[in-house]
């Protein structure tokens, strides 16, 4: 079974800076990798998403990500947020054979301020 | 626009009392989800369904029911049985397939009252 862990619960940063959430992934087979964001008391929005072939994915809102095969891990970047980004994210894993189902980890709340 | 309809968006409930949550979605999906979600817990499935007339059981599917009569539709029951019903409950629907991402309707927040 898969398993997805996202480091840091929450994440604080200053508007105009770079941040990094990070996600490390468990799984014997290969992966779909997903990151989501919800705002407060809405459903989940998807930002990007790896399936295959270039390790670095682009998405929505200036988020990148990039999936490292060695290290199982996603991370998810933006080289310069904005309050509009505070929001709680969350990274999510499928694998062949699972249905479509998503397991998802325990998100990070990324707090910006002035 | 194609989306995915939650109703009601909050939702309170008596002890010993069954509520249903509604999920409509016309984006033509095949596969519909239930989550859960609690602080700190991130999503959890509760049931799933890849096709009409059909569903299986997640991984919190204990209190809980669903029934699947018609592609656009997934109503989630909440029974008696649930002993900690209060949560964020969320819907979903993709493409079948592992590499389809899902979308998500906007919640129903359940409390007990």
Known sequence: ?114 | DGGITQSPKYLFRKEGQNVTLSCEQNLNHDAMYWYRQDPGQGLRLIYYSQIVNDFQKGDIAEGYSVSREKKESFPLTVTSAQKNPTAFYLCASSMRGEEQPQHFGDGTRLSIL
């Open chain 1, 1 to 114: 079974a898969q398993s997805v862990t996202q480091l840091d619960s929450q994440v604080p940063v200053f508007e105009e800076a770079p941040v990094e959430l990070r996600c490390n992934y468990s799984s014997s087979v290969s992966v779909y990798l997903f990151w989501y964001v919800q705002y407060p008391n809405q459903g989940l929005q998807l930002l990007l998403k790896y399936l295959s072939g270039s390790t670095l994915v682009k998405g929505i809102n200036g988020f990148e990500a990039e999936f490292n095969k060695s290290q199982t891990s996603f991370h998810l970047r933006k080289p310069s947020v904005h309050i509009s980004d505070t929001a709680e994210y969350f990274c999510a894993v499928s694998t062949t054979g699972t249905a479509s189902k998503l397991t998802f980890g325990t998100g990070t709340r990324l707090q910006v301020t002035l």
